[in-house]
Nanobody
Framework: VQLQASGGGLVQPGGSLRVSCAARGINFRPNTMDWYRQFPGKQRDVVATITSTGTTNYSDSVKGRFTVSRDNVKRTVYLQMDSLKPEDTAVYYC?????????WGQGTQVTVSS
């Protein structure tokens, strides 16, 4: 299983950014996909989840600003981040649990700063 994340970068407060994660080696469609983020010195916390049927969930800190979506044909999950704040600065990871194992993308840095 490989998860390839892309799309991070530097953005000003109030701006938008979209990160993507392409999956290989699994049957993508039936799996719930997650986005986590990690602040320096902290554990990874989930920020958004999308199930196989498209049901989404968000952490309170990003609800109303972030949108998770998926394209089953492209085997890709997206995280659209709007109204970004400096406190959103973190490394963002995509995640899937497959056959009782956790798989992670390599992480992409998102920096919100003026």
């Amino acid at each position: 299983v490989q998860l390839q994340a892309s799309g991070g970068g530097l953005v000003q407060p109030g701006g938008s950014l979209r990160v993507s994660c392409a999956a290989r080696g699994i049957n993508f469609r039936p799996n719930t996909m997650d986005w986590y983020r990690q602040f320096p010195g902290k554990q990874r916390d989930v920020v958004a989840t999308i199930t196989s049927t498209g049901t989404t969930n968000y952490s309170d800190s990003v609800k109303g600003r972030f949108t998770v979506s998926r394209d089953n044909v492209k085997r890709t999950v997206y995280l659209q981040m709007d109204s970004l704040k400096p406190e959103d600065t973190a490394v963002y990871y995509c995640h899937v649990q497959f056959r009782s194992r956790d798989f992670w993308g390599q992480g992409t840095q998102v920096t919100v700063s003026s």
